[in-house]
Structures are given as C-alpha cells and as structure tokens.
C-alpha cells in the first residue's frame, strides 16, 4: 500500500505549546521528501493514552489552514508511511496506546459545503423543497480509514468511525474496558476536534463571502 517511508527527525517532546490544558505531551517530527519538501508531523498525548497524529506541510505552518491545503506535490504514499511508522513506533514503546485522527476537510471541500447550506437556507426562504445530496466523508478520512482497516487488526483493536464528522479512532485491546475507553474518545474528538473544525468552516465562509443571513 505505501512506497516505504522518509526517516524522521524528532525536534521536539515536551508540553503542548498550543494546548497544555488537554494536551499531556507534544511530540514534533520532522522530514524531507524527494521533492525538497519538509513535513511537520505533531504527535499529541492525551489521558487514557491516546495519542492524535496530524501532519503538515512546512510552508503551511503559521496558516490557520495547515491541515486543509492540498500540497499538489502527489506524494501521499511515503508521507502515510510515514506517518504509519512514527504511529508503530508509539505502540511499541506503549502497548496500551490508542490512536486517533481526523480526516481534515479541503478548503473546496469545506466550500462545497458552504455552497450546500446557502443554498439550503435559500430554498426554505423561498418555501421550496431542496434535495439533500448524501454526505460524503472527506477525501483525506476516506484515504485513512483505508490504512486503519490495512494495519490495525480488529483482533487487537477496537476500530470507531464516525463519518459525520471524519473522526476515526483505533483503541487498543490491551486496555481493561476498550469500550468505556470508546466513550471517552468520542467525548474528547467533540470537545477539542469537532467543534473547532467547525470554526474552520465560519473562517473560511468569512474569507470567500459565503454569507448565511438571507
């Protein structure tokens, strides 16, 4: 499935410097891939030991949007692979560990919607019916739940999806009640996941003008 993967440098482990209330421990890695290009992946540790694996491109670092741009460097095999390795090496230093992630939205992706719910709010204005398109997960959630189903065998964890909001979590067998540790997973992906991508969408309908109010 993956075209093998980029060796990391780790550049950082110690508290969060974006969210130490939550976040237990931040790990950073870094890695350069053929085309000259530097990823950031950010490894957070959460109670329960939950670890949440996002990554980004280096470029995109001080963007509000750095795990919504589409690079267009055609290179997610290695980058996966990555990512799947740094995620290997977490359970071998911790046998409890459970994993998580969400499949962030595209900025088309995120407008698309926008458009869907204008045009929504418009028909009901006007009294008319609107046909709802079935939802579709991200083009990102729709790449990871691939890897999660491929790696993480469900003899040794417990796979949660949830589709509405691109979550998807991976919770280790090795915990004494995996599934009162899925309820509390769910909890935090809404609390410091979910909600906060909505925002996501307020900002980018703020810079592309998708107005809500009539």
């Not at 470029?59 to 795990?67: E, G, I, L, P, T």
């Not at 046998?95 to 992630?101: E, T």
């Not at 769910?186 to 003008?209: N, T």
């Amino acid at each position: 499935m993956f075209n093998g993967y980029y060796e990391t440098t780790l550049v950082y482990s110690g508290p969060s410097k974006t969210n130490s209330e939550i976040v237990l421990k931040e790990s950073l890695y870094r890695f350069k891939t053929d085309k000259n290009q530097t990823y950031i992946v950010m490894v957070e540790q959460y109670h329960h030991d939950i670890f949440i694996i996002k990554f980004y491109l280096k470029a995109h670092r001080n963007s509000d949007f750095k795990y919504n741009f589409l690079t267009g460097f055609h290179e997610p095999s290695r980058i996966l692979g990555t990512c799947l390795q740094i995620a290997i090496s977490i359970l071998k230093a911790n046998p409890k560990a459970s994993l998580g992630f969400i499949g962030a939205a595209t900025i088309d992706e995120i407008k698309a919607k926008l458009e869907t719910d204008k045009a929504r709010k418009d028909a009901k204005d006007q009294g008319q019916e609107f046909i709802e398109s079935p939802k579709k997960p991200t083009k990102r959630f729709s790449v990871y739940i691939g890897v999660a189903a491929n790696f993480f065998s469900p003899e040794k964890f417990l796979h949660v999806e949830d589709q509405k909001n691109n979550a998807y979590a991976i919770i280790n067998k090795n915990n004494e009640n995996p599934f009162r540790l899925k309820a509390e997973i769910e909890k935090m992906f809404h609390k410091h996941y979910v909600l906060p991508h909505q925002l996501e969408e307020q900002r980018v309908s703020d810079i592309f003008g998708y107005s809500q109010s009539g």
